[in-house]
């Protein structure tokens, strides 16, 4: 996988998940070998508190493998990877735990004090005590009865810890795990080089083995359930080489399927295969239940409507560009388009939409080019909103498969080449409102110019705005048939 060599620890909801093993010319190494990695560091040395925090969500340790390791994998493998998993990060309040009560807490709801949630969503995490409590190969019933604090013992230590059985266990080093113990702010639970499950604070001040000398780490990352095994056998020598199929189907031959900086599929090109009924049971669709998809964006099916709610709107009257106070616009989508049974008449499809996945990204007055709109509006938290939003500024720039449409084109100039083979523009408006905003006002807010090819910033109460509704569904929507024509469009079930 890239340069270097991952384990696969099993398959989990149709994911495979992988474990770091090092470089190929080297392998078995930890992500920063021979280091001393601390998970958390206290308050002094930049962590939290006395002894460092056991939130993943929180840890310098995450910080690091998310930004600095991420950005060594290469962008061919990246987009492979699935970049918004839910990781679980339930802890246990009692050390004792076989390898199945390690499974289900994992999967649970309890968290320590300074935690605000038993889930963190990102790209790169660590091994559970499960993973490595199911790695071994042998004597099913006593690592099933054997609480893993005690695998340092007996039949257990040889059968469910050694290395001759568990090809995850490790003599050497203390590795550490996402998995908390709820009663106290700083500790977690890690495989010991003698085979138990052990306490060890995130700035490793306290804990089984103090002091302590090797403790590191393995990146964990969940793929995307199109990637697939190609060829290879699995060992060592031979691995297995892996293949994508992208979860969006095919384009046709007037588009094409593109990957954001954030592993999203994008639909691009001139006229790409994307078409969608939506808002109707019916097995064929037009007008204003008729919708394109954007691309699977967050895990999610993105659409936009094929027709315009307004061709003339203010964003919001009273000239305030925040969407969730809500403007006006929002509202207004609310009323005529959620609760309309002209646009939505499916009782069904409509409990499919989801209103807590919108990303807007307010971006500062130096914007001129992709990134400028994009990093902002991807690093932004989720917003909880109503069920009907908008386009922003990267999804109509990645809409287009124009060769001269490129990370440095300046998207305020007019007639930039992002206008070119893009399916999203539409030559029918002056001027069409996107979801973006300015950050160093509360009034501007971004729109497509239409005429002269340009991307700019108007007053939130110009009323000569045009508005495709835009819409999110639950990520368990998938597509059922269809070819994704205007005269077969797809087909959702759920």
């Not at 922003?392 to 100039?413: A, H, I, K, M, P």
């Amino acid at each position: 996988f890239g340069n270097d060599l991952y384990r696969i620890i099993g398959v989990f909801n149709g994911q495979m998940k992988i474990i770091y093993w090092g470089p190929i010319s080297n392998p078995g190494q930890f992500y920063q070998n021979d280091i001393q990695t601390v998970f958390d560091p206290n308050s002094s040395n930049g962590g939290h508190g006395a002894d460092g925090y056991n939130d993943w969500s929180q840890a310098q340790l995450q910080k690091i493998l998310n930004t600095t390791y991420w950005n060594t994998i290469d962008s061919k493998y990246q987009m492979m990877v699935d970049q918004s998993h839910i990781w679980n990060i339930g802890g246990v309040s009692n050390v004792a735990n076989t390898r199945n009560q390690f499974y289900t807490a994992e999967r649970g709801n309890m968290i320590s004090s300074i935690m605000n949630s038993a889930t963190w969503t990102g790209k790169v995490g660590l091994m559970y005590p499960s993973d490595y409590g199911y790695a071994t190969s042998s004597a099913n019933e006593i690592c099933d009865s054997t609480t893993m604090s005690d695998w340092s013992n007996g039949d257990a230590n040889t059968y469910c810890a050694g290395t001759v059985y568990n090809w995850l266990a490790n003599t050497s080093y203390i590795q550490w795990t996402m998995t908390p113990w709820t009663n106290y702010e700083y500790y977690l639970l890690n495989p010991a080089p003698n085979g138990f499950i052990g306490l060890f604070s995130a700035s490793l001040s306290a804990g089984s083995y103090v002091p302590i000398s090797k403790i590191s780490a393995r990146p964990v990352l969940y793929l995307k359930s199109g990637v697939k095994i190609k060829d290879g056998e699995g060992t060592r020598e031979k691995p297995y080489e892996l293949e994508y199929e992208t979860e969006l189907p095919n384009p046709g031959n007037n588009g094409t399927i593109k990957v954001d900086t954030s592993g999203n599929e994008r639909y691009a090109g001139e006229n790409p295969n994307n078409y969608v009924c939506f808002g109707t049971d019916a097995e064929t669709c037009s007008g204003k239940q008729l919708w394109r998809i954007i691309g699977k964006i967050d895990g999610n099916l993105k659409l936009i409507s094929t027709e315009y709610y307004s061709e003339g709107i203010a964003w919001d009257t009273s000239n305030n560009n925040s969407w969730t106070r809500p403007a006006s616009l929002n509202t207004r989508l609310q009323d005529n388009v959620y609760n309309s049974t002209t646009w939505i008449n499916s009782s069904a499809q409509k409990s499919w939409m989801i209103n807590n996945r919108w990303k807007i990204g307010r971006i500062g007055s130096d914007n001129d080019i992709l990134s400028d709109f994009e990093t902002p509006e991807k690093n932004s938290d989720f917003i909880t909103s109503n069920y009907i939003g908008l386009m922003t500024v990267t999804d109509f720039v990645y809409g287009s498969n124009s060769d001269e449409c490129t990370s440095t084109t300046r998207l305020r100039q007019s007639n930039n080449a992002c206008f070119n083979s893009n399916w999203i523009y539409s030559k029918k408006v002056f001027i069409e409102w996107t979801l973006t905003t300015k950050s160093e006002s509360s009034i501007p807010v971004y729109f497509i110019r239409v005429d002269d090819r340009y991307i700019g910033a108007e007053y939130a109460n110009y009323s000569g705005g045009a508005v495709r509704p835009v819409i999110i569904l639950n990520s368990k929507v998938k597509i059922k048939n269809g070819t994704g024509t205007s005269s077969d469009p797809y087909i959702l079930t759920k």
